[in-house]
């Protein structure tokens, strides 16, 4: 009995071991049953790490961070400098400069001027059309989707989405795979939820165990899969609208001559304006 006693705090932390690795095996065999979740994250952290690093090995982009970054350096080191000069924190200084008298005199100068361009635009709308009451809202038409909007559609998306093989395409196919991970996800841990309950309900400690380690694999699963949504949509729209300008561009604004016009108050002509190309 003397020899049991002195072993039994001793196999104790065997025991925890054990179950920790009986855990981990469980997850890692349920996980290898579910097939279609393994194959759906793999197939779409593959591709997004292909489409990093394709992104990240360009010249310019290469460059783009570069600049970002000393800027950032540069900031950091310039409000350090500002705390230690001046004894106070950056953050305060920084409300101070932005709450300055001049910010606030150019903001309510501002809001009169948008004040007074709406004053206008209410009076030519109420001079071009004389049914419309001088002080009533005119009604908005409702969103339709007949023939015009599809077809507006469809120029849109030839224009943003020029052939499959096409980087805008391979993001939507990316974005696609890791919005069917998240639904898969979404089940399984609907799934484990009840399992939980179940387990909770039996009192079983290592069922219970194993739905809490389930359910951190699920979170971190589950976090990848939401930061990759939101950087793909962010990709997306950047690849859209440098389409949509690029069209722009080369349709409406090639080949043109701009000036810029300014006009000067002190002359006595108010009406004389300076033109600079």
């Known amino acids: 009995m003397g020899f049991a006693d002195r072993d039994t705090p001793a196999m104790a932390p065997r025991g925890l071991v054990r179950d920790f690795t009986d855990v981990v095996s469980k997850v890692a065999a349920d996980y290898a ?8 994250l793999a197939v779409g952290a593959t591709s997004l790490a292909l489409f990093t690093h394709h992104q990240t090995s360009r010249p310019d982009i290469a460059a783009q961070f570069r600049v970002a970054s000393a800027e950032c350096l540069g900031r950091a080191q310039a409000r350090k400098k500002g705390a230690s000069g001046s004894g106070k924190p950056a953050h305060t200084e920084g409300a101070l400069e932005r709450d300055s008298p001049d910010d606030t005199t150019r903001s309510l100068d501002l809001g009169s001027t948008k004040t007074k361009s709406s004053e206008t635009s209410v009076a030519a709308v109420a001079f071009v059309s004389p049914a419309v009451k001088p002080g009533a809202t005119p009604r908005r038409k409702a969103a339709a989707v007949d023939t015009v909007f599809l077809q507006r559609i469809v120029f849109i998306l030839k224009i943003v989405i020029p052939s499959l093989t ?3 395409a391979a993001l939507l196919a990316i974005q696609t795979t890791m919005l069917v991970a998240r639904s898969l996800l979404s089940l399984r841990i609907a799934k484990k939820g009840g399992d939980g309950l179940r387990a909770v309900m039996e009192r079983s400690w290592s069922k219970f165990g194993y739905v809490l380690g389930d359910f951190f694999v699920s979170g971190l699963a589950a976090s990848f899969v939401n930061s990759s949504l939101k950087y793909m949509t962010n990709s997306v729209t950047s690849s859209f609208r440098e389409r949509l300008t690029e069209k722009v561009h080369r349709e ?26």
Do not use: H, I, M
Request: hydrophobic share 30%; net charge positive.
């Open 33 to 40: 049953k579910d097939r279609r979740l393994c194959w759906t």
């Open 252 to 277: 409406y604004l090639t080949g043109g001559a701009y000036y810029k016009g300014t006009r000067v108050p002190a002359f006595p002509n108010q009406g004389a304006s300076l033109f600079y190309l």
């Open 166 to 168: 096409s980087k805008e």
